[in-house]
């Protein structure tokens, strides 16, 4: 049962229980629907290239190992401008940076329907990261404004359940497209998805100039009274985090936590990368090991289950962990059973117990995410979070340059997922351990706010 007590900041009308679940609502219902439906193209757009490979990779011809060089370099420009992107968010203001990123990144997204070669494709993948960089950190950083911490850990989960929901709705729109609108306009299938998945992101970003607001007090759909509650809230505690943790840029980006921190998502983020861009090919391989055949619309139904299971999972997990308090533990199990469950699954023998496990592991995995994304929040504050959460995000995106080149290289080298399996639990195992060595830094709870009061929103 969630206790509830007055939280910090005045209460000009009503009691303080009455003014928080009021201008959470508010806030909830306000942000989170058109922040999710962003992360969710976000994520769209930058993984439906797995499903542009069933037929993309012939009229380019492309390797396993082009295909994942491809898929990486979309975090070579993505790596480089993360902390100077965030930073400049917390410069300029949400609304204008989060609407230029998502017009760039959608008219580059659509731009990748007319490349007509692989070095083409190279370059638009290595654009696309530039044009995103900034976008989930910057997220993450636009929460901190609006939330305390106390209802954070859960309405970050409902933010991040576009990701999981972005592969489990978005693999059966990619493979239809591809599979029925080949032909639309003169173009193949692969171009039309690429096509019709980039433009909607521009048009949310032109949305997002007018809809998003910088802070609380600038909120003219909140009351006055709403406002000041809010900002006071707020500001508090950002005051309390300076106290104890580290505010400037420079601090954040030597601290070591913060590094951990990068490794741990590193780990967490190996997997998921691994699995986003190569399950539908592990998925079409079953024609090869279990003489199963399934069309391109099948596989995406097929790869969207253990993303399904793995939003309810992420949505269940994180309320658990805002209603018990706990954080660490709560990202090292689902970790832990993520790196084990991984490399299991090429060992079964079937189609269904091969996704059965791998839905395990997804589940795994996106369990960790939201509860990971507090961690960081706890011991940062103003510019320091800027760009010690860019920071984290920076080596955590660099797993997404490394996974899946190196799982499309050990597919070419040795024929079979496996190898590159293997290597997915080895990367994620390494994440458990050092957030075991982080757990007396950090804390099993919540380190800087044990005595913060909690409310329901």
């Given at each position: 049962?969630?206790?509830?007590?007055?939280?910090?900041?005045?209460?000009?009308?009503?009691?303080?229980?009455?003014?928080?679940?009021?201008?959470?609502?508010?806030?909830?219902?306000?942000?989170?629907?058109?922040?999710?439906?962003?992360?969710?193209?976000?994520?769209?757009?930058?993984?439906?290239?797995?499903?542009?490979?069933?037929?993309?990779?012939?009229?380019?011809?492309?390797?396993?190992?082009?295909?994942?060089?491809?898929?990486?370099?979309?975090?070579?420009?993505?790596?480089?401008?993360?902390?100077?992107?965030?930073?400049?968010?917390?410069?300029?203001?949400?609304?204008?940076?989060?609407?230029?990123?998502?017009?760039?990144?959608?008219?580059?997204?659509?731009?990748?329907?007319f490349v007509p070669n692989a070095g083409s494709l190279y370059v638009l993948r290595i654009l696309l990261g530039i044009a995103e960089a900034g976008f989930f950190p910057g997220i993450m950083l636009y929460l901190m404004f609006w939330f305390p911490r106390a209802v954070r850990v859960?309405?970050?989960?409902?933010?991040?359940?576009?990701?999981?929901?972005?592969?489990?709705?978005?693999?059966?729109?990619?493979?239809?497209?591809?599979?029925?609108?080949?032909?639309?306009?003169?173009?193949?299938?692969?171009?039309?998805?690429?096509?019709?998945?980039?433009?909607?992101?521009?048009?949310?970003?032109?949305?997002?100039?007018?809809?998003?607001?910088?802070?609380?007090?600038?909120?003219?759909?909140?009351?006055?009274?709403?406002?000041?509650?809010?900002?006071?809230?707020?500001?508090?505690?950002?005051?309390?985090?300076?106290?104890?943790?580290?505010?400037?840029?420079?601090?954040?980006?030597?601290?070591?936590?913060?590094?951990?921190?990068?490794?741990?998502?590193?780990?967490?983020?190996?997997?998921?990368?691994?699995?986003?861009?190569?399950?539908?090919?592990?998925?079409?391989?079953?024609?090869?090991?279990?003489?199963?055949?399934?069309?391109?619309?099948?596989?995406?139904?097929?790869?969207?289950?253990?993303?399904?299971?793995?939003?309810?999972?992420?949505?269940?997990?994180?309320?658990?962990?805002?209603?018990?308090?706990?954080?660490?533990?709560?990202?090292?199990?689902?970790?832990?059973?993520?790196?084990?469950?991984?490399?299991?699954?090429?060992?079964?023998?079937?189609?269904?117990?091969?996704?059965?496990?791998?839905?395990?592991?997804?589940?795994?995995?996106?369990?960790?995410?939201?509860?990971?994304?507090?961690?960081?929040?706890?011991?940062?504050?103003?510019?320091?979070?800027?760009?010690?959460?860019?920071?984290?995000?920076?080596?955590?995106?660099?797993?997404?340059?490394?996974?899946?080149?190196?799982?499309?290289?050990?597919?070419?080298?040795?024929?079979?997922?496996?190898?590159?399996?293997?290597?997915?639990?080895?990367?994620?195992?390494?994440?458990?351990?050092?957030?075991?060595?982080?757990?007396?830094?950090?804390?099993?709870?919540?380190?800087?706010?044990?005595?913060?009061?909690?409310?329901?929103?």
């Open positions: 049962m969630t206790s509830r007590t007055h939280l910090a900041g005045p209460h000009p009308s009503g009691s303080g229980d009455e003014m928080a679940d009021r201008v959470m609502r508010k806030v909830a219902f306000r942000l989170i629907p058109f922040l999710g439906v962003a992360y969710f193209l976000n994520y769209i757009d930058r993984t439906n290239i797995s499903f542009a490979k069933l037929t993309m990779s012939e009229d380019l011809g492309l390797t396993e190992s082009m295909y994942g060089l491809a898929s990486g370099l979309f975090f070579a420009g993505y790596i480089l401008l993360e902390v100077p992107s965030n930073l400049a968010l917390h410069k300029f203001g949400a609304r204008r940076w989060i609407a230029r990123i998502l017009v760039s990144w959608g008219l580059v997204a659509a731009l990748m329907a859960r309405l970050v989960g409902v933010f991040m359940v576009a990701l999981p929901l972005s592969s489990a709705l978005g693999s059966p729109i990619s493979a239809t497209i591809i599979q029925h609108m080949d032909g639309f306009l003169g173009l193949e299938g692969w171009r039309v998805m690429f096509l019709m998945e980039g433009i909607p992101t521009v048009l949310l970003g032109i949305v997002a100039w007018f809809y998003l607001t910088d802070r609380p007090k600038d909120a003219a759909w909140l009351t006055a009274d709403e406002r000041t509650w809010l900002d006071a809230r707020i500001t508090a505690e950002h005051e309390q985090t300076a106290d104890s943790g580290h505010v400037s840029v420079r601090s954040s980006l030597r601290n070591g936590t913060v590094w951990a921190l990068g490794l741990v998502y590193f780990g967490i983020g190996y997997g998921l990368f691994a699995i986003s861009f190569f399950l539908p090919t592990i998925v079409a391989g079953f024609a090869e090991t279990f003489d199963t055949t399934f069309s391109i619309a099948q596989n995406g139904l097929i790869v969207a289950v253990p993303f399904t299971l793995g939003a309810i999972a992420l949505l269940l997990w994180s309320r658990h962990s805002e209603r018990t308090g706990e954080r660490i533990w709560h990202v090292i199990i689902p970790t832990a059973v993520a790196a084990v469950s991984i490399p299991i699954a090429m060992y079964m023998d079937s189609p269904l117990a091969t996704m059965a496990v791998i839905s395990v592991t997804a589940i795994g995995i996106f369990s960790a995410l939201p509860v990971f994304w507090y961690l960081p929040t706890t011991f940062l504050s103003g510019a320091g979070a800027a760009a010690g959460i860019a920071l984290v995000n920076t080596i955590g995106a660099s797993a997404g340059l490394v996974a899946p080149w190196l799982t499309g290289r050990l597919l070419d080298v040795t024929g079979s997922s496996r190898a590159g399996l293997w290597v997915v639990g080895i990367m994620m195992g390494m994440a458990v351990v050092v957030l075991l060595a982080l757990r007396q830094r950090l804390g099993s709870s919540d380190p800087v706010a044990e005595d913060a009061e909690r409310i329901d929103a």
